[in-house]
């Protein structure tokens, strides 16, 4: 009667371990599966640290609105009766800062531009606008998709023609300007080194009111369509 029990005992001891080791293994291969299938994703490719890209935006940037922050600073949401159409083209060197991270749909990457751009005015008093900006972009990328959805911001400064000065209404106050651009939209990636991107930018260029008073600094608010081609450059993963 003394040696059932003992039986028994052992018998347990012995089967809790076996259960404990078929769980370990389930977890272990669950785990790997999930690191597999997030390796898997052709994106970490196109999206890696420290790369490299040289890009080319252009847009077509017609419709005038009022200052976007006016009601912020406690000014009257207008524009001025001057239309101007902006045509800028940005030549950017993009730098990925860091890999693919972060959950759902806020998974993604972020690069930083640095920019030259060169920007006609076919509508307008002032003839061109030439400027340096800086940028980062936020790309939204999930597991294998070839469209990415993206926004940025840049900014900088810059020269243009001003015609204020001169007494022409509504123009520009100073030769000497600042700019910012904001944007969104998606990015279409034929491989890891050729995508091309199309979306809507607002642009706003002023002088930060340094020529006031002696000229009025009413500034270009525009917005419209845009388009780039991206190239990577040097070895790629």
């Known amino acids: 009667m003394t040696i059932r029990p003992l039986i028994c005992g052992t018998l347990t001891l012995l089967c809790l371990p076996l259960h404990s080791i078929g769980q370990d293994s389930q977890t272990q291969a669950l785990i790997e599966a999930s690191h597999n299938f ?13 790369k490299l890209e040289l890009s080319l935006d252009t847009g077509w940037l017609p419709n005038n609105i009022p200052f976007i922050f006016d009601p912020f600073m406690g000014q009257k949401w207008d524009r001025t009766p001057l239309d101007y159409t902006l045509v800028p083209v940005i030549l950017s060197l993009r730098w990925h800062w860091g890999n693919i991270a972060a959950p759902s749909f806020i998974r993604g990457n ?7 751009s060169y920007t006609v005015i076919p509508r307008g008093p002032e003839h061109l606008y030439a400027a340096y900006m800086f940028g980062v972009r936020r790309n939204f990328v999930q597991l294998n998709w070839r469209v990415v959805p993206y926004v940025e911001a840049r900014g900088g400064v810059g020269y243009a023609d001003a015609k204020g000065p001169y ?20 990015r279409y990636n034929f491989n890891p080194r050729y995508s091309i991107s199309t979306g809507i930018a607002y642009m706003h260029v002023s002088n930060a009111y340094l020529s006031q008073p ?14 780039g081609v991206n190239v990577g450059l040097g070895k790629l993963q």
């Open 110 to 116: 972020t690069d930083l531009t640095f920019s030259g």
């Open 167 to 186: 007494g022409v209404p509504w123009a520009q106050g100073q030769d000497l300007t600042f700019n910012f651009i904001l944007s969104g939209g998606v």
């Open 38 to 50: 997030e390796t898997a994703d052709s994106n970490r490719k196109i999206y890696f640290r420290h």
């Open 214 to 227: 002696k000229v009025t600094d009413y500034g270009m608010n525009v917005y419209g369509r845009t388009f």
